[in-house]
């Protein structure tokens, strides 16, 4: 890639110097810039060549006139004349492209008077070759282009024009390049001739149309993502709008010239004032151009547009031109209003609760509250949100709490967390569900407790404990008193079952005493 070669004015002192950079640089186009850096034209190498041409036939016409004249200075005018020629022959050598000279004929072909060496490495041809024979040059011309080429020499010969033409041609070899050729015409004692010159274009035209394609595809892209574009002249107050620009106003291309006026005019009445103030501002204040406003459509519909742009300034500051584009954002502000509405619903859901209901950042700081919870610890939003959630919780369960939090991650992310809580001086047990809220990439970036008051069913617990511990207490006393009672029964019991096995064993009892006997024995063993 050959960088951009420049010249500022200040170095040029001759035409020299400019022909020194063509030259060094085999360059066909020269910048020239002022002292800032800034552009002021382009010089190229045809116009110098034009100019050097005219300037040495000029001379050479003057220098044989003074030779007629002035006998004496003949041999030093000769020197000149030859340093002249030297000088003239050495740029035309080194200019890019092919100098020449052109007489056409009745044919349309004429013939070439002179041809510089630069003919071979542009056409493959050398001089001698196109001096004997114009078509060979002819006959290298593209066939789409051949037309164009016969048009225009045939125009400029009638009405003795200068002659510009660009086109493409495919050398010997088979390389096809574009050419730009370019001559003005010159009466001489061989008729009217064209001093001109022929230059390779190729590189610039592929540019050209690496432009081109580019902007298709810009407008392409533009178009499919309904982005209009605007360019506003601020010193003529001319603007350039695109189709899809007229569109999202509500109209049609070439419904209006486009301009300020025409763009403020379908800005919904309420919003006109607002968006001039800040045109006004930001232009004072030299900032980009970013409104959201509405527009009004000539069928009566309204709708939301973005404009985003920013302002071009000259070399003393001041605003000369302003560049942007227009979106739709309607989408956008209906997806606002719908979050706005699920956000109040959820608010108002959120404050219907009778649970104590806070959100929280990592550091504890406190971003919502609903009413129950605000009555609960006898405050107000005012005073609760931006401070830290952690005074309210006890002191000795406060280390467990942010321990218990802790463990919440993205596999885990509720916990539920009974701690004690100070509520006007008063310690009382609540119990709390804990949720954390998660960014994209797995951070924890807020937290949500819903808490309730338990301190009423902790007495009870409290209380049913103790009345449990009472009542195993005196279960265990009564299982002790049996277990004493029924050792003390036991004694002498042992020696009546005893008697009652003995009498059992005689023979001679009867039925009835061996009855009792047998109840006796039973009853015992139940003891």
């Given at each position: 890639t050959q960088s951009l070669v420049t010249l500022r004015s200040t170095d040029i002192q001759d035409i020299f110097t400019v022909i020194n950079q063509f030259q060094q640089h085999q360059i066909r186009h020269l910048p020239i810039l002022d002292e800032q850096g800034t552009v002021m034209g382009v010089i190229t190498a045809e116009s110098v060549y034009q100019l050097l041409l005219k300037s040495s036939l000029a001379a050479i016409e003057t220098q044989t006139a003074n030779l007629q004249q002035e006998a004496a200075q003949r041999?030093?005018?000769?020197?000149?004349?030859?340093?002249?020629?030297s000088n003239f022959q050495t740029l035309v050598k080194n200019m890019p492209g092919m100098i020449y000279r052109y007489l056409p004929d009745e044919s349309g072909v004429g013939r070439f008077l002179y041809v510089s060496a630069g003919a071979y490495e542009l056409l493959e041809l050398q001089p001698e070759t196109i001096l004997q024979d114009a078509q060979a040059v002819w006959s290298l011309i593209h066939p789409d282009d051949w037309i164009s080429l016969q048009s225009s020499v045939a125009i400029a010969v009638q009405g003795c024009l200068p002659w510009r033409w660009e086109g493409r041609l495919?050398?010997?070899?088979?390389?096809?390049?574009?050419?730009?050729?370019?001559?003005r015409p010159e009466?001489?004692?061989d008729g009217i001739v064209w001093d001109g010159l022929l230059m390779e274009i190729t590189e610039r035209k592929q540019l050209e149309l690496a432009l081109n394609q580019s902007e298709e595809q810009r407008r392409l892209a533009l178009d499919l993502s309904e982005v209009g574009m605007w360019d506003w002249q601020i010193s003529t107050n001319q603007e350039v709008w695109s189709d899809q620009h007229f569109y999202l106003l509500g109209l049609q291309p070439g419904d209006v010239q486009p301009s300020q006026a025409a763009w403020l005019e379908r800005i919904y009445s309420e919003d006109r004032a607002l968006i001039q103030r800040l045109i006004h501002d930001n232009l004072?204040?030299?900032?980009?151009?970013?409104?959201?406003?509405?527009?009004?459509?000539?069928n009566g519909e309204i709708h939301w547009r973005l404009s985003k742009g920013q302002y071009l300034y000259n070399k003393t500051g001041e605003a000369i031109r302003a560049v942007g584009i227009i979106v739709d954002i309607d989408e956008i502000k209906r997806s606002e209003a719908a979050l706005r509405q699920s956000e109040a619903r959820y608010l108002a859901i959120l404050e219907d609760q009778t649970e104590l209901i806070a959100r929280f950042l990592p550091d504890g700081t406190l971003t919502f509250v609903n009413e129950a919870y605000c009555h609960y610890f006898g405050k107000t939003r005012r005073e609760l949100i931006g401070k830290?959630?952690?005074p309210v919780v006890w002191d000795t369960d406060r280390q467990q709490v942010v321990e218990q939090v802790q463990q919440i991650s993205c596999s885990n992310p509720v916990i539920i967390i009974e701690n004690r809580v100070v509520v006007g001086g008063e310690v009382r047990w609540t119990e709390w569900t804990n949720r954390a809220i998660f960014d994209e990439q797995g951070h924890i970036v807020e937290f949500q407790a819903v808490g309730r008051d338990t301190d009423d069913r902790k007495r009870v617990e409290a209380e049913l404990a103790n009345a449990k511990q009472v009542a195993e207490a005196a279960n265990h006393a009564k299982s002790a008193f049996l277990a004493n009672m029924s050792h003390e029964l036991r004694t002498p019991l042992n020696a009546i079952l005893g008697f009652a096995q003995l009498m059992a064993r005689h023979s001679s009892l009867p039925p009835s005493q061996r009855s009792h006997l047998e109840i006796i024995h039973r009853n015992g063993e139940y003891l």
């Open positions: 041999e030093a005018l000769m020197q000149t004349l030859h340093q002249s020629e495919t050398t010997p070899s088979g390389k096809n390049k574009w050419i730009q050729g370019s001559s009466v001489t004692s004072k204040d030299k900032k980009n151009i970013e409104f959201e406003y509405r527009v009004l459509y000539p830290c959630y952690e």
